[in-house]
């Protein structure tokens, strides 16, 4: 009998695309997770041993389940060209490290944990998350740049006006920072606050100064940005999957620009006939 290579593709296509299996794969992705976590609590030997066959055997399948997909995608090329699948890859491979008693176990372990993030690769919702915080992170990195700045700026300011009061908040400029992170968050901050202002009475402007900076402008700015960036994903996924309100956008864009080309065409022939009128 001979071998049907692109009979067995269309099968392992068919079987990687099928919502059952998809759901079948992200309940084993739970379940591995959930098998580390009991890992970590005092159980007996036994029952150890028992959890140990079930993980191998979640490993053995999440490595035919990335078999299949390799073959469904018709070539390695093709394969390792998409990030997320050469992200699925090393996370298969990297469990299959032993986690016996030897040098890699601590690895091994590790590198299990990790497996539950083979879900933003499954599902495409945490795919787009994903996305757009990584997208995100350049232009927060100068918001939090200026952030820096302004915790900075009064940190140095409380610690020459405070340190007297309480050197275990006030002390040095590092301190201080921490302090004001403390502050940033809400976490007891009026503690801090009415101590300062038993000594500073006009103290409070300097603490309300600083959250409305930190807190309210600057945590605004990040979620813009995140919120924009998220948005920019959301979109770019729906042309991808050719529905949703972006794609009639486009859709409508390039039927404007096929419809100012014909009437420049149009134009185009018209100034030539009036051109060519007279002399006719």
Excluded: C
Excluded at 33 to 44: F, M, N, S, V, W
Aim: aromatic share 14%; hydrophobic share 55%; net charge negative.
């Amino acid at each position: 009998m001979k071998f049907d290579a692109s009979a067995l593709q269309r099968k392992f296509i068919a079987l990687r695309e099928n919502k059952l299996f998809e759901t079948f794969v992200i309940f084993v992705i739970i379940f591995s997770a959930l098998l580390i976590g009991a890992k970590t609590y005092a159980i007996p030997s036994g029952t150890l041993a028992f959890l140990n066959i079930l993980d191998w055997a979640v490993t053995l399948f999440f490595l035919v389940e990335i078999l299949v997909r390799m073959v469904a995608e018709g070539s390695l090329r093709a394969f390792f060209r998409k990030g997320w699948n050469v992200f699925d890859f090393i996370i298969v491979v990297a469990s299959l490290i032993p986690v016996e008693d030897s040098e890699a176990a601590l690895l091994g372990r590790l590198l299990r944990v990790f497996r539950v993030l083979r879900l933003i690769s499954i599902i495409p919702e945490l795919r787009v998350l994903l996305n757009a915080f990584v997208h995100a992170i350049p232009r927060m990195g100068y918001v939090s740049l200026l952030m820096f700045v302004i915790f900075y700026i009064y940190a140095a300011m409380g610690s020459m006006f405070f340190h007297q009061i309480n050197e275990t908040l006030w002390s040095n400029i590092t301190i201080s920072m921490l302090t004001l992170f403390r502050v940033a968050t809400f976490e007891d901050w009026t503690d801090v606050m009415y101590e300062t202002m038993a000594v500073y009475p006009f103290s409070w402007a300097y603490y309300l100064s600083f959250i409305f900076i930190v807190a309210f402008i600057f945590l605004n700015m990040m979620i813009g940005i995140v919120l924009e960036t998220l948005q920019r994903e959301h979109d770019a996924y729906d042309k991808e999957q050719g529905e949703g309100v972006a794609v009639e956008v486009d859709s409508i864009e390039q039927r404007t620009r096929e419809i100012d080309a014909r009437v420049q065409r149009i134009e185009t022939m018209v100034e030539a006939l009036h051109r060519r009128g007279p002399s006719a």
